[in-house]
Structures are given as structure tokens and as C-alpha cells.
């Protein structure tokens, strides 16, 4: 990958380390490429380092019964160009917490431990600026998998709660799930009506504007960005789906 050393002058991970000093490290990272579908690491596996995303992207996701090798995943995260990942194989080796699986094409840059090592030897001046990015992107991890947590127990305390109708319930989660997510969103939640076979707009947070883009006879099998502002989540049922979500 001759592109190396530009690629890394892109990531906020190396801000301040010198021209000469990425020169070195692209000598130590190793390129490989990943087709649709194929691991990257198991999720229990020994960690070889940490890896960057070069093209492509990368699902996060974890096994929701790590005794069954075939256990079902839960969808973590989605890494696209410029993203890292694995990092705390570079601060404390222990087995990897979750998958890591390409999604289509992906090309990763790799640093080992044994490598990053061989580069701070030769750049013992790079340490503090590296070591300082890579704190801010685990704290960064850490801030939102706390804020998820601080969600799922406000929506735990809300599900306890009675409500007069479906319409009040839908309301307050949306009022719940909004704070938490940090920017002016706004989102609506669609119910599937039974004498109609269309999906109905049962409850809205205020700047929600539908327009024509959700069709009443609308029946998304999954979730799904619809564009770069808009995401989509489905509650699935068995036949079809009975309602989703619209986060924008």
C-alpha cells in the first residue's frame, strides 16, 4: 500500500507525529484485505493488535450466547475509512471482547504490538501524541457505551410506567431515546394497522417532518440508513414487520 503514509496523515490518531515519523511506522503496519463476510478476530481470540481501516468497512458484533458456535450476533458497531479498532490489544492483551467481520470489500492496515514497539524505538518522540489519541479513543468508547446503558435503564423504568394507550407509551420513549443521542433529532414511531395493512405515524417528537418519504403501505424488512441524516429501526414480527422507528 504505497499510500501509507498519506492514509495515516488523515487520522486524528496521528495528529502532530511528524512526516518522517508516519514514514517509519507505514514501514511497520502490514496491509491485508478482507472479503464480504470473512473474520478479521473471534470474538474470545488472542489479540494480534490493533487494526485501520483502510476501504471498506468493518462489523463490530457480539455473540449473544458465546457457549453456541453458532450463536446469533448482535450488531455493535459499523467502521468505515479512518476508523480503528482492537486498540486495547495495544494496552492490555487479553481475549477480544466481540466479532470483527468485513462487510463487502475491506482493505486494514494492522499494527502489532511487537511493531508499534519497533516504531516507538525508532521515534521514542511519537509516544506521547500517539499514546494521548489513543486514550481519546477509548474514553470516547467508553463515554457511549455509558450512555447507552444510562438508555436502556431510563427505557427499562419507562416500560414499568402505565400508560393509557400505545400513543402515550411511543410518546415517552421517543422523549427518553432523544436526550441521549446528542444534535437536534428528531423521530417518529410508525405502528402497522391490521384493517388497513398500512403503517400509521402513532407518535411524533416535535421537528419530526415525515414528508413523502414514508409510505403508509411501507414494510421495511430490517434496520437500515436511508440516507446520511436518517435511520430506520423495525420492530420485526412474524409476519412482517409491526411498527419501526425513524431517527433523524
Known amino acids: ?3 501509507k503514509p498519506e492514509f495515516l496523515k488523515s487520522l486524528r490518531l496521528f495528529e502532530g507525529i ?3 515519523q508516519l514514514e517509519t511506522l ?6 491485508s484485505s478482507y472479503p464480504d463476510g470473512a473474520v478479521v478476530f473471534e470474538e474470545g481470540s488472542r489479540g494480534e493488535g490493533m487494526y485501520f481501516v483502510a476501504s471498506g468497512a468493518i462489523r463490530i458484533a457480539k455473540k449473544l450466547d458465546p457457549g453456541r458456535k453458532d450463536s446469533p450476533l448482535k450488531e455493535l458497531a459499523l467502521l468505515r475509512p479512518g476508523d480503528c479498532f482492537g486498540e486495547m490489544e495495544i494496552i492490555d492483551s487479553k481475549p477480544r471482547s466481540a466479532d470483527a467481520i468485513a462487510s463487502g470489500d475491506a482493505r486494514l ?3 502489532s504490538r511487537d511493531g508499534l514497539n519497533r516504531w516507538l524505538e525508532a521515534s521514542p518522540a511519537a509516544a506521547v501524541g500517539f499514546f494521548t489519541h489513543l486514550l481519546h479513543v477509548v474514553t470516547g468508547r467508553l463515554r457511549r457505551s455509558t450512555t447507552e446503558l444510562t ?3 431510563d427505557l427499562s423504568q419507562t416500560l414499568l410506567e402505565p400508560f393509557p394507550h400505545g400513543k402515550a407509551l411511543l410518546e415517552e420513549v421517543l422523549r427518553q431515546m432523544l436526550p441521549h443521542f446528542g444534535g437536534a433529532w428528531s423521530a417518529g414511531a410508525y405502528l402497522h394497522n391490521p384493517f388497513t395493512d398500512e403503517m400509521d405515524l402513532a407518535a411524533a417528537s416535535p421537528g419530526f417532518e415525515p414528508g413523502d418519504r414514508f409510505k403508509p403501505a411501507d ?6 440508513w436511508l440516507d446520511e441524516r436518517t435511520f430506520r429501526a423495525v420492530f420485526p414480527g412474524k409476519r412482517g414487520p409491526f411498527g419501526y422507528l425513524v431517527f433523524s
Not at 26 to 31: F, K, R
Request: zero cysteines; a negative charge; glycine letters at 8%.
Open 1 to 3: 500500500m504505497a499510500e
Open 18 to 20: 511528524s512526516d518522517a
Open 26 to 31: 507505514s514501514g511497520v503496519l502490514e496491509s
Open 109 to 111: 492496515l494492522r499494527l
Open 151 to 153: 438508555l436502556i435503564l
Open 219 to 224: 414494510r421495511p424488512r430490517g434496520d437500515e
